[in-house]
């Protein structure tokens, strides 16, 4: 299969082969993985009980699903990446604003996915072969899910969707058989060597639970969505299917792993590690399994997450190729695994990054989301694609190519979302008007669609041809 071409450039009509049945492949496939099923240790390892977990994985979840699912539409109808659409409404310079926040989130999850996947292969090869668990022997396993990550971004989407396709039935299988293995140690109440709420009280606990392992699932994709539903075709595909496959899919492909995650937490008694008591509390029987959902079930995920930061970062230096561009994202990936595994501890660098990613991520969406619907999903394609031809013009050139009353508001929503923010090791001052309770995403929301609707005029819609582009040549005469 040839290397895909394809950067943040409009796929043209004939390209756009895939479907809604394309759509749930990819999202349930690449995320049966251990770094989704990591999110689900969370709610066990801040105190709660098992009902209380399931409870709020299952409400962030589908609070984030019914949110991010219809950022899908925008790339069916522009035909180009999330980052590059949301042009539309912070200009075609000030699109890169989402593509930082993509490339961010994209960073973070793949570092996350390689960084838990090699821990568990370091315990299970342990186990198997009497490895030594050296520092010598994690760098290794990194370095090779690191290179077959790398690998499928790099082939792009069409190897990334087969690979999809398979790892939904196969890891579905594994999981089938993880449930019967670690069933035997299974016990609904709190792990007592957490010490009881992180937060010192039930609801905060919970709801920082609903956010940091079940919200924050389908924030990460805020950005990504688009990256698969530029190749669906709008002319044979409605609207209302692609978004039903994108909520299918979202809905599964995060609540199947994170549950089994949650599971497994209690029959292994993971109170304070996942990856260790994960290992050692799983029957002979199943460590090959363990080994192959570790191994094939990273490199699916990161793999398209690194896909998805390739094109970010193509999106930001439109002279690199978009495989030059994933090469050069993969090393800083592999940089931030071996930072994460020597330098931070699991539960707090986890809860730090998705619950700061989610307030930044979150007022960006919500502004993509107003302008979708202010243009009723009518999009200057061509326009669009003016920062990627080094050029000037287009109704999307606001000023200077940027939109600044969406870009302030983005700001203003971020900066709220920052200081409501609550982490392990900071809380920030917004805190005390919400009782101690983290709402960042809920407040960085509100204030940067309510700030951009109050700042921002109803956006261009075109209506006819796109306006006219100066040449390179041009913008540099002018």
Known sequence: MPIEQRGVDTIPEEERTSGPRDLVSILLGSNLCLGVIVFGWLPPSFGLDWWSSV???????????????????VSLRTGTNLSTSS????GVRGRLVGSVVGLLLALGYTALTVWIGGDVMVGVLGRLFGMAQSELSYGIVYGLLAAATVAGAVYGYRVLLAMSRVLAFGMTALLVLGVVAYAPGFTTDALPGTGGYLLDGYWPTWLLAAVAAGLSGPIAFITLLGDYTRYVSPARHSSRRVLRATWLGLSLGLLVPQLFGTFTSYAARAALDYAGPLVDASPGWYLLPLLLAASAGSVGNAGLMLYS??????????????????YTVAVVATVCVFVGHYAWDAQSAMTSFVLLLTAIGTPWAVITLIGFARCGGEYDADALQVFNRRARGGIYWYHAGWNIPATVSWAAGAVVGVLAVSLPSYEGP???????????FLLSGAVGGLLHLALAPRGPVPSGPAAPVASPAESARS
Do not use: H
């Not at 042009?87 to 912070?90: D, W």
């Open 55 to 73: 409870s709020a994985v299952v409400a962030g979840t589908v609070v984030g699903v019914v949110f991010t699912a219809p950022l899908a539409l």
């Open 87 to 90: 042009g539309a409404q912070f």
């Open 309 to 326: 930061m390739g094109l970010d970062l193509d999106a930001i230096l439109p002279r690199a190729s978009r495989a030059r561009a994933t």
């Open 430 to 440: 917004l805190l005390a008007l919400t009782g101690g309770v983290d709402c960042s």
